[in-house]
């Protein structure tokens, strides 16, 4: 059981928009920056998106994130085929002194 | 180029005892906290350990206090797991990566069975 809850599976049409939420506590999300990475089978994972809603270079400005309370969540417009792959939210945990990471979100593109 | 290379993983008996590597080059190794995170077959990111840039701050997730040790040496721009008293449950690829998680390693695949 993750600390920070996403849900399994998310789906959209490609062109579409979708979203997905991660949730946590005061202890991590309500008072630390939140991080989404990307990651492909058999690969590393990749930052998206840092400090809650800021793109490190060459990540395209389809991927968004935000932050409101103790949930976050990131945004993908103009899906893409090539967007297919986990999603795994990430932060610090102040009580338990760990990072913490969600259980992670299954992108399709239908 | 900011590189990080893990090396060390393989197949060990429970109970047994692995040492992981983690060779950065490409930026200033010494300034930065650094970070192991590792991925069970199938399963989602586990943070492991993170160790500060000069050593004081370190810590550890519950899952392997007390059973794995995180250290560095600065001079060899170099990360390092050492791994004691295995068990099934932690076969996983392992992964370093540099503080704020922009870059991570290929990994390496620890693999815990008799």
């Known amino acids: 059981q993750s600390v920070l809850t996403q849900p399994p599976s998310v789906s959209a049409a490609p062109g579409q928009k979708v979203t997905i939420s991660c949730s946590g506590s005061?202890?991590?999300?309500?008072?630390?920056?939140v991080s989404w990475y990307q990651q492909f089978p058999g690969t590393a994972p990749q930052l998206l998106i840092y400090?809650?809603?800021e793109r490190p270079s060459g990540i395209p400005d389809r991927f968004s994130g935000s932050k409101s309370g103790t949930s976050a969540t990131l945004a993908i417009t103009g899906l893409q085929t090539g967007d297919e792959a986990d999603y795994y939210c990430?932060?610090?945990?102040?009580?338990?002194?760990?990072?913490?990471f969600g259980g992670g979100t299954k992108l399709t593109v239908l | 180029e900011v590189q990080l290379v893990e090396s060390g993983g393989g197949l060990v008996t429970p109970g047994g005892s692995l040492r992981l590597s983690c060779a950065a080059s490409?930026?200033?190794?010494?300034?930065?906290?650094m970070n192991w995170v590792r991925q069970a077959p199938g399963k989602g990111l586990e943070w492991v350990s993170s160790?500060?840039?000069?050593?004081?701050?370190?810590y550890y997730a519950d899952s392997v206090k007390g059973r794995f040790t995180i250290s560095r040496d600065n001079a060899k721009n170099s990360l390092y797991l050492q791994m004691n008293s295995l068990r099934a449950e932690d076969t996983a690829v392992y992964y370093c990566?540099?503080?704020?998680?922009?870059?991570w390693g290929q990994g390496t695949l620890v693999t815990v069975s008799s």
């Open positions: 490409g930026f200033s190794f010494s300034t930065h906290s």
């Open positions: 990566a540099r503080e704020g998680y922009a870059y």
């Open positions: 400090e809650n809603n």
């Open positions: 990430g932060t610090w945990d102040s009580s338990l002194s760990a990072w913490v």
């Open positions: 160790i500060s840039s000069g050593t004081r701050y370190i």
């Open positions: 005061s202890s991590n999300i309500g008072n630390n920056y």
